[in-house]
């Protein structure tokens, strides 16, 4: 297998986890409690919540895929791409989570690609 299909596989499984726990925190419209118990009991509770809990799931498939990667990869070719869950995750946020942007957040966005291809390619 195309050991950068386990990159790809480690980027998707990785923003799907961070993008399904904001969805459901923000349906849930979660408020944390005050004091460390109860805050630790209600995070137990989110934790059993069908979304959150395969956000956790699809965590750990990315850590699986990220794990074959490194069987077939330098870490230092390998890392940069990890670089772009960031960029990938403001542009899913902003078109389906409503998340605001600003330019600065594009330019940021268009540094992070530009950095990625320069440290894989040079």
Known sequence: MN???YIAGTLFFTIYGQLILKWRLNTLQVILPEGVLNKVVYLTKLVFDPYILSGFIGA???SLFWMAAMTKLEI???YPFMSLAPALVFII???FLGETFSVGKIIGLVLIII???V???Y
């Open 115 to 117: 950095g990625t291809v």
């Open 60 to 62: 750990f498939v990315a």
């Open 76 to 78: 230092t070719t390998a």
């Open 93 to 95: 946020g902003v078109l």
């Open 119 to 121: 440290t894989v390619k």
């Open 3 to 5: 050991p950068y299909l």
